[in-house]
């Protein structure tokens, strides 16, 4: 079998968008699967609109997301005479002819046939016939005024789509389209044709915005004896109100979900299942099972929805699974958590176990680090809910200081030695009052006192992180409560 060359092309125009790195993503994960080899080309043709910036935008956003190339990134712009030599192979074949007619005339046919509600096509019933040496002889006598149009020739195109199955497009849709401009620089069909063969891409896996294009560009291939790679067209993305995605449903660069604390193999997770699944109904899969498990065939062609609540699901999903050391290294590490929550006396064990304990509860890192801070700080402010709920049995402040007041004498602080204390109160408040007193009337109160929270880890887990000290004292602020 051929070994697998596939690419992604970006044109250097604005940010990495998501619909662009969910097509770098699936040519990436298909060449890690079959062992080929994922390209990277940037096409910076448009030199007005391509911006060094862009340039580093894609650069980054590949980095981040992991999607490293196999060879060196290709600029087009630096084919820019191959593809114009290209334009004159197709001439000198014959496949293509100069067109010398005036631009003027063909606008104001354009705008009539527009205006009429009819397709404008270019009639080249006058240039097509012109013998070669006759228009190479005109082409130099008129520098500047002419451009080069492929022939189409009559029947039609057609190819298997990887993702839509066959489709055929009838030449009679298609106009002699221009390959070469008046102003001498060749056209995108053109140019990606050139550089996908120059890189002997075998499959060519982009969105379907491009459906229209594949037919042109197989012509070209025809046109020169190139064997033509197979073509799959991925599904457009849509927002969850169905309509395709754009900046109205919020952020559409793949750095501003960095940016947000999501973590690139939650990203790729997500961007692997618009338009995917693995045929079970697996949804959480770490880098190595999606390489294992995506395949061609189960390529969805309906438009996938981008929900971004699933986005912060599999982040969740994903921080719980990453191991907390990792997690402070993507949060900028220890002294970078100390410097932006304030706490620099904190030793690095207190900072892992406190992250350990919330990371299978938040669903990004910033979240991580802001419940985390509850360890570390005492709570400003308690759930009104909780309060009122918990502190109603007015012996609940009694039951906190009482707590507060057992754990200070402990000498061993731990998980087993404070649930111990913690269930003896418990105990014993129930033999004194004839009443059976469960433990969770000393659980709740004391949460909410240490926390301000009504949920959150296991309570002997948080008094152990938060210390006995702080444990102590944030128990003792429930009188204040009376
Ligand atoms: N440069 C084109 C784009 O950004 C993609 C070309 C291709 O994949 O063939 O839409």
Not at 241 to 263: C, E, N, P
Not at 281 to 286: G, I, K, L, N, W
Request: hydrophobic residues 40%.
């Amino acid at each position: 079998m051929q070994q697998v060359r596939v690419r992604f092309a970006p044109s250097p125009t604005g940010y990495l968008h998501v619909g662009g790195a969910r097509t770098a993503l699936f040519n990436w994960l298909w060449a890690r699967h079959t062992n080929g080899k994922f390209l990277l080309r940037i096409e910076d043709t448009d030199q007005l609109r391509s911006t060094p910036e862009a340039v580093e935008a894609i650069l980054v956003g590949m980095k981040w997301l992991q999607m490293e190339p196999d060879e060196p990134v290709l600029f087009q712009m630096t084919r820019h005479q191959e593809h114009i030599d290209l334009c004159y192979e197709l001439l000198e074949r014959g496949a293509a002819y100069a067109d010398f007619s005036d631009p003027e005339i063909e606008n104001q046919k354009r705008e009539a046939m527009t205006k009429a509600k009819l397709q404008y096509k270019f009639d080249g019933s006058m240039y097509r016939s012109i013998p070669i040496s006759e228009q190479k002889k005109r082409m130099e006598n008129e520098p500047g005024n002419f451009a080069i149009r492929l022939k189409i020739p009559e029947g039609k195109t057609q190819w298997n789509d990887i993702v839509h199955g066959s489709i055929e497009i009838n030449h009679a849709e298609l106009d002699d389209f221009v390959i070469l401009r008046r102003d001498g620089t060749p056209v995108y069909n053109l140019a990606v044709v050139s550089d996908d063969h120059f890189q002997q891409i075998n499959l060519v896996l982009r969105g379907d915005d491009h459906i229209s294009n594949t037919p042109k560009q197989i012509l070209i291939y025809q046109a020169m004896n190139w064997e033509v790679p197979k073509f799959g067209h991925l599904p457009m993305i849509l927002g969850t109100d169905k309509v395709k995605l754009s900046k109205r449903h919020g952020a559409t660069a793949v750095g501003d979900y960095q940016k947000l604390g999501i973590l690139p193999e939650a990203m790729i997770n997500f961007l692997a299942l618009l338009g995917w699944a693995p045929g079970d109904d697996t949804e959480v899969m770490s880098i190595d099972e999606l390489i294992n498990r995506f395949s061609l065939e189960r390529i969805n062609a309906k438009a996938a929805v981008f929900d971004l609540q699933k986005l912060y699901w599999l982040n969740g999903q994903h921080i719980s699974r990453t191991p907390t050391k990792q997690l402070i290294d993507k949060c900028g590490g220890i002294d970078q958590i100390k410097e932006t929550t304030g706490t620099s006396e904190l030793t690095v064990e207190q900072i892992t176990k406190s992250l350990e304990l919330w990371k299978t509860r938040v669903k990004t890192l910033d979240e991580l680090i802001s419940y985390a801070q509850i360890i570390w700080k005492d709570p400003l402010t308690y759930d009104q809910e909780g309060l009122k709920k918990q502190f109603q049995d007015p012996k609940a402040i009694n039951r906190c200081l009482a707590l507060a007041n057992a754990f200070e004498k402990l000498e061993t602080f731990t998980h087993e030695s404070t649930e111990a204390v913690l269930r003896k109160l418990a105990e014993e408040e129930s033999q004194a009052s004839g009443e059976t007193i469960p433990a969770g009337r000393y659980i709740h109160p004391c949460r909410l006192m240490l926390t301000g929270l009504t949920v959150g880890p296991g309570l002997f887990d948080l008094v152990v992180a938060i210390g006995k000290e702080a444990v102590v004292r944030r128990l003792r602020k429930a009188q204040q409560l009376t």
